[in-house]
């Protein structure tokens, strides 16, 4: 079965850091693009970040450019969206989700499967 987890949320005041991670199991990760989404209470997901399979090109929503950093590792098998600098707001749910190619997509339904998700709260 495939399946993605992710781990990392949590708590942070604003202007703090936190470090997400996606691990996947049950098919080759390496030859997807991947991407994580954000998703508010009653609002649709959104793209924050993506990159492509081997990592050559990546996408950063504006809202998030200069602050976050989404990396890939094949070889190490790790896989992750470091965000800076964050900022006050409502929880939301952030998710990885892997992409139908080695090329990512920017709309939602481009990609078919989908982690549960790690909360992400940031406030004073």
């Known amino acids: 079965q495939e399946k993605l987890v992710e781990s990392g949320g949590g708590l942070v005041q604003p202007g703090g850091s936190l470090k997400l991670s996606c691990a996947p199991s049950g098919f080759n990760f390496d030859i997807y693009a991947m991407g994580w989404f954000r998703r508010a209470p009653g609002k649709a997901s959104k793209l924050v970040a993506a990159?492509?399979?081997?990592?050559?090109?990546?996408y950063y929503t504006d809202a998030v450019k200069g602050r976050f950093n989404i990396s890939r590792d094949n070889d190490l098998d790790t896989r992750s969206l470091e965000m800076n600098d964050l900022r006050p707001g409502r929880p939301a749910l952030y998710s990885c989700?892997?992409?139908?190619?080695?090329?990512?997509?920017?709309?939602?339904?481009?990609?078919?499967?989908w982690g549960q998700g790690t909360q992400v709260t940031v406030t004073s």
């Open positions: 990159i492509s399979s081997n990592g050559d090109s990546s």
């Open positions: 989700a892997k992409s139908g190619g080695p090329r990512f997509r920017r709309t939602p339904d481009s990609y078919d499967n």
